[in-house]
């Protein structure tokens, strides 16, 4: 359907929008800047702070931007003595109870109300009473909370209901003593931080970051989250070499995922910093098993030769937590170096037949956002893609959408969806199956699904109208994530357009797979290799157990460098510049904020500086654009995309993946019907549902050296885990409390190995 387009004069000047713009955002869109508080373009329309007036002819009194849509003709003035009166009397009722301490407070420099306010100049206070104080805490290990410096704009409130469906805080008593609070004194939820991100005032803050600088202090940088193949957008704040804080993009420039993170991105980035971050080269002492610190010149030096007596017997291992450049660079490694071509990614899942038999394109998450009928097959989102979650849960709430949830769990998301077909414990071959061709009666009783269950199911597929977007979870079989890539185009029609989506567990999985076409399976590169380069850890270690020389890049000392015989520090995200690659094929910026720390360097150099060592210059000149140039030259999807063209994070660049045609899947279908013949008709289904946190600790061990986490191990926080704010850390007759932390931190400490 083509847009329709008027026009809307605005302070004289006419502009050519969309038919049913809302007014504020088309005067933003056109430099023209509208204060308001209340306001969020991604929630629902709040219209209590009044701030937004502007007077549009033929109407008899100022109106609120926020909830004007643009018709034909409009005639919109923005700014006049008349709307400025009307702002002034609003931003004084603001200030009310609002305690005037921006030099102190730790959004100064950053508070949407002081930048209003400055603006005028000066604005009269006429309010003489004594304000209502409401005494500071801690709602939880990462988020303080100020109740005086709040304006009751309600963001934190549609932000936690809207985008994370958890309903944690929200506005409690009425009129002058409403206050924004929560249900039993602390967050009883996922503790991502959106409502810190949304606050427009100080009221509530960052309890990691509080008090340790002044924002404009830091040095920002915008670059790619590392926990989630989301691939969300965010800024690191750093300073003299330390990184303080992360948040998302700015707050109208916003890249994919707007102001969006999760409590990974957000909060789990004092690994970078870490003790216990290794240091230097270390190279194990045959004689007592120990590690001792080595010269970067003298680790490669003997890398190096020990490579060349192995030859083809070397085995090269990359994360898919590497950039593009650092996991191309190992698989030129495996294939001009040693010669041995025995290369593979350490995923969970191989992601190969997803791709080898796309039959539609990927998706985009704005298309999941405004899409029609929404298949999530497997998964669990609100853990490992938080932001697609979000995404669907704006689209059933704010747009309409149709869910249907495919699981054999009862996972959040259940909660908005149309329909459920829970399945029994590991049926999605059989739903795969199913899925491709009409379902039968045995291929039903395997997935514990009635006839009009499914029927159901496959009418809303087969006369949707609109989008249609199909979420595969990364964990399925190979088959039967082959079997549903192929056959998505069976759905399009006139009518709609199909779309897949892969949801990958970790953050370039789809990149690390685009990177490597011909790459072995993992067990069979570690089985049949005598000697390892390992970029990464293992998610299982012990396979390590008996080979003759282990070479591993990383950070921190894992169950994988427990098996190395050279370890090499590699640099963080934050210290590396190259390029990650999301579930929806965006090509994504990872820039340096800070120089590598220690001795400590990116992955893809350390490699060079091995093959140079061995004889094979790559020709990067130590580049990482002149990387991303050789990947461009080689990867059919990445032809002519240079760094330049990814500059504008809020204008991606996608991979073009290759469309297959009908794929004979005749082999998959056949080990897909082998496999359901061996599943039970009669199991138990499962119905607890998990609990929104459970893996935070679990997802890397990145996480496990952030501090906060220790507290959130077991999910939702405990009143008595609590950090206290220094207004509460006395008694009444002013007596220090004993305040005791120990049995907080020691949360989960056991499952954390």
């Not at 955002?25 to 969020?40: L, T």
């Not at 985008?163 to 039993?184: C, H, K, L, P, Q």
């Not at 010149?297 to 060349?308: C, F, H, N, R, T």
């Not at 898919?320 to 170096?337: C, G, H, I, M």
Request: with cysteine; hydrophobic share 40%; charged share 25%.
């Amino acid at each position: 359907m083509s847009t329709e387009f008027i026009k809307v004069t605005i302070n004289e000047k006419e502009f050519e929008v969309e038919k049913g713009a809302l007014l504020i955002d088309v005067c933003r869109e056109n430099a023209y800047n509208i204060p308001s508080f209340c306001y969020y373009k991604d929630l629902e329309l709040q219209a209590s702070c009044r701030m937004c007036l502007v007077r549009i002819e033929k109407m008899p009194k100022l109106q609120t931007s926020c909830t004007i849509k643009c018709t034909d003709g409009m005639i919109v003035t923005t700014a006049s003595p008349e709307i400025e009166k009307a702002q002034r009397a609003m931003g004084e009722f603001l200030l009310v109870n609002h305690p005037l301490d921006c030099p102190v407070c730790d959004r100064g420099g950053e508070c949407e109300l002081q930048e209003v306010i400055f603006d005028w100049g000066d604005v009269e206070e006429r309010f003489t009473e004594k304000k209502n104080a409401q005494p500071e805490k801690y709602l939880s290990p990462i988020v303080a909370n100020d109740p005086q410096r709040c304006i009751l704009c309600k963001r934190c409130t549609r932000v936690c209901n809207e985008w994370m469906g958890e309903d944690a805080i929200e506005a409690g008593n009425r009129g002058s003593n409403t206050v924004i609070g929560t249900y039993g004194g602390w967050l009883n939820c996922s503790q991502c931080g959106n409502c810190i991100e949304v606050c427009p005032t100080g009221t509530l803050l960052d309890g990691v970051y509080r008090h340790e600088t002044r924002p404009w202090e830091l040095d920002q940088t915008i670059t790619t989250d590392v926990y989630s193949s989301d691939g969300m957008q965010l800024s690191i704040g750093s300073r003299a070499g330390v990184v303080h804080r992360i948040v998302a993009r700015d707050r109208y420039v916003n890249g994919l995922n707007g102001e969006f993170l999760d409590v990974k991105a957000r909060f789990a980035h004092e690994f970078i910093n870490h003790k216990d971050r290794i240091k230097t080269p270390l190279i194990r002492y045959k004689e007592g098993g120990k590690f001792i610190p080595a010269t970067w010149d003298e680790a490669i030096s003997l890398i190096a030769g020990e490579l060349k007596e192995y030859g083809s017997d070397v085995g090269v291992v990359a994360s898919p937590r590497l950039t593009n450049e650092s996991v191309f660079t190992l698989k030129r490694f495996a294939n001009e170096v040693v010669g041995s071509g025995n290369f593979a990614i350490a995923d969970r899942y191989d992601l190969s037949p997803f791709f080898d038999n796309l039959s539609v394109p990927l998706n985009t998450h704005k298309q999941i956002r405004t899409a029609k009928t929404i298949l999530l097959i497997g998964g669990e989102p609100e853990e490992q893609q938080t932001y697609v979650a979000k995404q669907i849960r704006q689209a059933v709430r704010n747009g309409g959408a149709t869910l249907i949830v495919v699981n054999d769990t009862p996972i959040r998301l259940t909660d908005q969806a149309k329909q459920f077909i829970h399945i029994n414990p590991g049926s999605y071959d059989a739903f795969a199956l199913a899925f491709a061709d009409a379902a039968d009666d045995g291929l039903l009783k395997k997935l514990g699904v009635g006839h009009s269950e499914f029927e159901q199911f496959a009418n809303t597929i087969n006369n949707a109208d609109g989008d249609l977007v199909i979420l595969v979870d990364g964990g399925l079989s190979t088959e039967a994530q082959a079997v549903l890539a192929n056959s998505a185009a069976n759905f399009a029609a006139e009518c709609r357009r199909v779309l897949l989506h892969p949801l990958p567990a970790y953050n370039n999985s789809v990149g690390a797979n685009d990177m490597s076409p011909g790459k072995k399976p993992l067990g069979d590169v570690l089985k049949t290799s005598k000697a390892l380069l390992i970029g990464g850890s293992l998610q299982d270690a012990s396979v390590l157990e008996g080979k003759e020389f282990v070479v591993v890049q990383e950070l921190f000392e894992t169950a994988t460098t427990a098996y190395a015989d050279v370890i090499l520090p590699a640099a963080s995200f934050a210290e590396v510049d190259g390029t990650f690659t999301n579930n929806t094929g965006f090509v994504q910026r990872v820039r340096k904020a800070i120089d590598p720390l220690h001795q400590s360097k990116a992955d893809w150099i350390i490699t060079t500086l091995i093959a140079r060592e061995m004889g094979v210059d790559f020709g990067y000149d130590f580049s990482a654009s002149g990387v991303f140039r050789s990947i461009a030259d080689s990867i059919p999807a990445y032809a002519g995309i240079r760094y330049p063209a990814l500059k504008d994070e809020s204008n991606p660049v996608q991979v073009k993946h290759a469309i297959s045609g009908k794929n004979d899947l005749t082999s998959e279908i056949n080990a897909l019907r082998t496999r359901i013949d061996g599943l039970s008709d009669s199991v138990t289904k499962i119905s607890t549902a998990p609990k929104i946190g459970h893996k935070l600790h679990r997802l890397t061990t990145m996480t496990s050296k952030t501090p906060q986490f220790h507290l959130l191990a077991h999910g939702n926080p405990k009143p008595e885990n609590l950090l206290l704010a220094p207004l509460a850390q006395f008694e009444l007759d002013g007596t220090p409390k004993v305040i005791e932390m120990a049995e907080a931190a020691a949360v989960g400490a056991g499952d954390r190995e």
